[in-house]
């Protein structure tokens, strides 16, 4: 689950929305080396909307474990992701994609070999060539369980 600050409140221009929204995402962690881990992810917010206005990520890129600080079987980590936010703006009067940043991190807690919890995930977005050449500035946090596949 996910609540986002998305930094629009309709008008064409980026500013703080009266309201968060809520939604659902999903995240991939592949773990090379102990310190080479890569993350995927992707939310999708579409509750608590404003006018019609939500957001959907999908980004990827490095996330690095600080293993200096693993406690009770808890990871905090660091991460900076890359890829894709579109947008759907107010009444549905249009969409659009453009190129999103995410920098964040957050704590990962291991209950057994296969499950763990994400406590907490925040993730600072920067959207750099949103409309008319502005910034938009989209931030939240996320929490969730975690499945180990292989």
Known sequence: MSAFQPDYAGGGFAETAPNRIYGLGTYVDVHFTHWFQVEGEGHWLRFNQLANINESTYLIGPRLPIQRLHFWRATPYAKALIGIGRMNFEYGYATGSFTALAYGGGLDWKLNKRISVRAVDFEYQQW????????????GISAGVGYKIF
Request: no cysteine; proline share 17%; glycine share 0%.
């Open 128 to 139: 750099p060539r949103w409309v008319n050449n502005q910034q938009l500035f989209p931030y």
